[in-house]
Structures are given as structure tokens and as C-alpha cells.
């Protein structure tokens, strides 16, 4: 008898450890930032604003050139950047770099590449981006809201 107690109790402990997923409690995970961004001319004035914008808020687009999609930007007036902050989260890749085309307006295009680092965990994937370049210079993070400050010279 005892031995069908210990039995029946390693069987039900078994089934029970069998369900337990130990991702379930991912709820603090870090979790990969969108790439946040504003438009700036060499004074640091944001050119997309809401009052007299060198660039329309509507006609910023982004688009991953290897997936060959559009991708959703989210856009934030930000009063202490002085315009509107974009944020835009896309795929990455295991070569760890990504290139996007930002379209300004019809006829301005350019190209905004990124690089990140991947850290792998049991449950979840993390990318740190390293690297941020716009038309092959390198990017600073404005010192206000830390999005990626991308010059345009006019």
C-alpha cells in the first residue's frame, strides 16, 4: 500500500511540474524598445512641428528595405523637443544591422541604418541597439527625450 502511495504521489507531482512553464511570468521582461527619432536641422530646431513644419507630420514614412514593408510610426508631440518625435519598432535580423528608407516627402528619401545586439534568453529575445546612422554619418541621441537626432542640412 505504501508503495502505490509513493507511486501515485510521484505521478501526480510529475504531471504537476509537467505544467509549469517557466515563461509563464514574463510579465517584467525587458522588452525591445521601438527606435524613437525626430527630424532636426543643424541647430537642433525640430523641422516637423506644428506651426510653420519644413515637413509635413503626415508625409514621414519608413519602410524596412529588406522585409519590403511599410512600417507603422507613432508620432508624439513632444513640447520640449520643440516638434514631434517619431517611434518605429521593425524586424531585425541575426546579421544584426537593418536598413530603413525614411521618406521625408515625395522627394526627399534617405536612408536610416541600424545596428543592434541580440541577447538571447531561455524565454524571450532582447536587441540593444549600438549603432544608429543616416545617410552613412553617424547619429547622436538628442540630450531631452533620447530619441536618435536625425540633421537634415537644408
Known sequence: MKKNCLLLTLLALSFAFMGC????????AGVTPPVRFSIVDTKGNNLVDTAQSYY????IRLFDLEAKESIVLDKYYVEAAGGYVFSADFQRN??????????LNNLDSDTLDVWYRQTDNKCFIIYEYTRFQYNGKDLQKSPVTSSVLIVKEN
Not at 512553464?21 to 517584467?28: L, N, Q, V
Open 21 to 28: 512553464d517557466e515563461c509563464s511570468d514574463t510579465g517584467d
Open 56 to 59: 509635413s507630420v503626415d508625409s
Open 94 to 103: 541575426i546579421r544584426g544591422k537593418s536598413s530603413l528608407k525614411l521618406q
